[in-house]
């Protein structure tokens, strides 16, 4: 029999503290779709997607049913699409069109992988294939794109970097009717993973088996709570906690990606211990550094604040699970998190401190609302920021802004759902835009000759 | 194979009887239950063996939950896999 508590804290982690599986993710190879013409391409990667992940809604379903824990999003993350269309870059579009219709026919939310990784070197299908990125966003509902333009292996590619401010911008214009709303669906990366589950960021890399499964957990709820029964204790202790809470959380994650694995006919990729917000009350990343002592989540004691939770969310889930991957920490996107969301409007949390703590946790400025009229190579020099403290840190970054048309500071943006919303923050008014038309590649740093 | 169903909400007359024949009928043995009231609060947990479940799992864990609207209590029937995954090491 077992412990009466320890199943009673279960229960009450699933069902006061908003414990779930964030998204169980299925990375699908469209290398073996590619074709003589973008049309059969477009085809083949239809009915690829469409038979492979036709029963992720049903099992996922089923297995929320039989474990009682809420599997919240169901996605299909497949191969940089500018791979498969790299010989007739003009059918991209069509190609993600067919993956748009395919997460209809899935049933799923979210799809990833309109990517392109040009870290080093962008050759002329790829350019061809970026530039094809906001209208894409614009046309499709469900399809999730993202850009590598930097490691800490191959420097910055600045022209990619310069490139991908316009993308953003023209998203955001191209989707001005919803606030740019294109903009939440694009990210910017440095040290991309392969094997991410979450979006948008999502896509299968070309090292991936053909089939994968990969689950996402969460859990910011379940964290603050545990951390709310000991106020007194020091922060050895606080530490001890989270790495214990996230052992159990990522062990419910472990069960669940290889039972999902076995049903969906895949390979078990690996759980992404992350601690990921929604904008519901109770399951907020910022609460838990309220919690830690911080009376407002920018205040000095941040970054040590979050260093110590995104640390300690590892090593707790490290041994819980025996393939962790993905971005695994804490996210801090902050239209998403209610704690976030009102840090900015007191305007006590601004885009600085925010790339502070991009420093130390996982990813970067993400879903961050800025003015519509920022320009184009204000917010390259936003990602490239980014990119170089994932480039130096041996870590992923990523830029998710939204330049909101026709908005300014002191106006805000609401995009629903779990997407929540954000007042507009301000951005440096100075202008690097002589930086960022230099072009050129910033060189890899010493640290990556291990050679 | 086995699951836990929990049974919590405000103490009434009858809760076991009503949940265990209600397990009865659809193949489940109950094989251990331990309850625990704490003011008015009740909380029970039982191991069941599920082996001749005559319905899918996922089926038995939502009727489980419409009894429980029904009786004014929740109850929840989860794969024990959860819990050592979760509890045990």
């Known amino acids: ?451 | 194979m086995r699951a836990v169903v929990t049974v919590t909400g405000k103490d009434k007359k009858g809760i076991i009887a009503k949940v265990s024949s209600f397990l009865a009928e659809r193949g489940v043995n109950v094989e251990d239950i331990s309850q625990t009231i704490l003011q008015d609060y009740f909380a029970m947990i039982m191991l069941v063996d599920i082996a001749d479940l005559n319905v899918e799992l996922s089926e038995l864990a939502k009727e489980c939950d419409d009894l429980g609207r029904e009786i004014g209590m929740s109850i929840r029937v989860q794969h024990e896999a959860i819990f050592n995954a979760m509890h045990n090491i």
Do not use: W
């Open chain 1, 1 to 451: 029999m077992f412990n009466k508590f320890d199943v009673l804290e279960t229960i009450d982690m699933i069902e006061r503290e908003h414990l779930d599986i964030r998204t169980i993710t299925m990375g699908i190879s469209l290398l073996p779709c590619v074709r003589g013409s973008g049309e059969e391409t477009a085809q083949a990667v239809y009915d690829t997607v469409c038979a492979k992940a036709k029963n992720i809604v049903r099992v996922a379903e089923q297995l929320s049913g039989e474990y009682g824990i809420p599997i919240v999003n169901k996605r299909v993350s497949v191969t940089p699409v500018s791979l498969i269309c790299a010989a007739f870059p003009q059918a991209a579009p069509a190609v993600g069109r067919a993956l748009d219709y395919a997460a209809h026919e899935l049933g799923i939310d979210f799809l990833g992988g309109y990517s392109a990784l040009v870290h080093k070197g962008m050759a002329d299908y790829e350019e061809a294939f970026i530039r094809s990125i906001p209208e894409l966003l614009a046309t499709t509902e469900r399809v999730c794109s993202s850009v590598n333009i930097g490691s800490s292996k191959s420097g910055i590619n600045m022209d990619a970097v310069r490139l991908m401010g316009e993308v953003v911008k023209e998203t955001a214009e191209r989707t001005k009717e919803q606030d740019g709303l294109g903009c939440a669906k694009l990210v910017v990366f440095a040290n991309a993973v392969e094997d991410n589950p979450f979006m948008a960021g999502a896509f299968h890399g070309v090292g991936e088996s053909g089939t994968v499964i990969n689950v996402g957990v969460s859990g910011p709820g379940v964290v603050k709570h545990a951390l709310e029964n000991i106020p007194d204790a020091n922060l050895n202790d606080a530490a001890e906690t989270i790495k214990r809470t996230a052992f159990k959380i990522t062990r419910a994650g472990q069960l669940i990606a290889k039972e999902a694995a076995k049903r969906l006919n895949a390979e078990f990729g690996i759980v992404d211990l992350s601690l990921a917000p929604t904008p519901v009350m109770g399951d907020s990343v910022a609460h838990i550094l309220e919690e830690l002592g911080l009376e407002c989540v920018g205040g000095h004691g941040t970054t040590a604040a979050l260093a110590m939770l995104n640390d300690a969310v590892k090593k707790g889930g490290v041994m819980a699970s025996s393939h962790v991957g993905g971005l695994s920490g804490a996210f801090i996107p902050v239209s998403e998190d209610i704690g976030m969301i009102e840090a900015a409007q007191k305007g006590l949390l601004h885009i600085d401190k925010l790339e502070a703590m991009t420093a130390v946790c996982s990813v970067g400025l993400d879903m961050i609302a800025i003015p519509g009229k920022t320009p184009a190579t204000t917010i390259s020099a936003i990602i490239a920021d980014e990119a170089a403290i994932g480039m130096i840190n041996n870590k992923t970054t990523a830029v998710r802004v939204i330049p909101v048309p026709g908005k300014d500071v002191g106006d805000s943006v609401e995009f629903g759902g779990l997407l929540g919303r954000a007042p507009i923050m301000p951005v440096n008014p100075t202008d690097s835009s002589r930086f960022i038309l230099r072009g050129g590649r910033i060189p890899a740093p010493i640290h990556s000759n291990k050679n």
